[in-house]
């Protein structure tokens, strides 16, 4: 059964639309009224509210809301946060596909590190795991320069993911579960995932262990199977490891930077997808 509430400091997801409250309460960057003092006049500042609340009027609901830390002082109450949406009553269940659901998922920030961008995504039930598309398939961004009407974009965007991507997405997925992979094709996967993680710097783990099962429903060779227990595991973390050179214990902690959970989950899609 999938976890009901997934909940830390700056990530929030349930199984029903968030408040505006609860999202504040995770990501006040939504909420920001000025944009970072960095940002020049060129800068057409609208909250990410602004757009939120056109979307919500349109039957759109929030599922996940979680923002970054800045490493920056000063910068947490602009830094990049991300949420993911569904059509209420149109894509709300299993009905639109058996183990899990498409999302539109939005990224924003308001100290100059990102647009509005707008890409799907699919959230599944059985891990209550988040994939999201890579940058083959793309997505919509809205510019900060575009004036007072950035919410009928967002809004457009929205809507032109649901009517143009998602269909693409489904068609994908059910090529990766037709697709059974060799040994070797799945340690490349999990190749790649630690790259997207670790880059050049050493990881406290070897490939392998991203290929680990977690349930009964990754138990199995196709495309579709070994990308999810390589992006949960890459991921979520959580797994007990030891350090080489100092034969220290630890715990793989999770990927919490929206920056780095989107990098990493579209490299993992478009990587997967280049073996179908």
Same mark, same amino acid.
């Given at each position: ?81 991300? $949420?993911?949406?569904?059509? &209420?009553?149109?894509?709300? #269940?299993?009905? =639109?596909?058996?183990?899990?659901? %498409? +999302? ?84 490349? $996967?999990?190749?790649?995932? &630690?790259?997207?993680?670790? #880059?050049?710097? =050493?990881?406290?783990?070897?490939? %392998? +262990? ?67």
């Amino acid at each position: 059964m999938a976890r009901p509430l997934i909940s830390s400091a700056r990530v929030l997801r349930t199984g029903q639309p968030l408040s505006l409250e609860a999202i504040r309460q995770v990501a006040p960057a939504v909420f920001a009224t000025t944009p970072h003092e960095s940002r020049g006049p060129r800068y057409a500042y609208v909250p990410t509210s602004s757009p939120l609340q056109a979307l919500m009027d349109n039957g759109w609901g929030v599922y996940e809301a979680s923002q970054q830390r800045s490493r920056v002082e000063g910068k947490d109450p602009y830094t990049k946060h991300m $949420l993911r949406m569904r059509k &209420l009553g149109t894509f709300d #269940g299993s009905e =639109v596909y058996e183990e899990g659901t %498409p +999302e539109v998922i939005l990224i924003n920030a308001h100290d100059g590190t990102a647009a509005y961008h707008m890409m799907a995504g699919f959230f599944r039930f059985v891990c209550s795991n988040g994939l999201m598309v890579g940058k083959h398939m793309g997505g919509f961004k809205v510019r900060h320069t575009v004036g007072p009407q950035t919410s009928a974009e967002v809004l457009a965007a929205g809507e032109a993911t649901v009517t143009q991507k998602f269909p693409i997405m489904v068609e994908q997925i059910g090529a990766m579960k037709h697709r059974m992979l060799t040994n070797t094709q799945q340690l490349t $996967l999990a190749d790649v995932a &630690l790259r997207l993680r670790y #880059g050049t710097t =050493v990881a406290p783990f070897q490939a %392998p +262990e991203l290929l680990n099962i977690r349930r009964k429903e990754d138990d199995g060779d196709s495309v579709w199977q070994v990308m999810n227990r390589v992006q949960e595991n890459i991921i979520d973390g959580g797994w007990e490891t030891r350090s080489q050179m100092f034969a220290r214990r630890s715990a793989v902690r999770p990927v919490e930077r929206v920056s780095a959970v989107a990098q990493i989950n579209g490299g993992i899609w478009d990587a997967a997808l280049a073996l179908v």
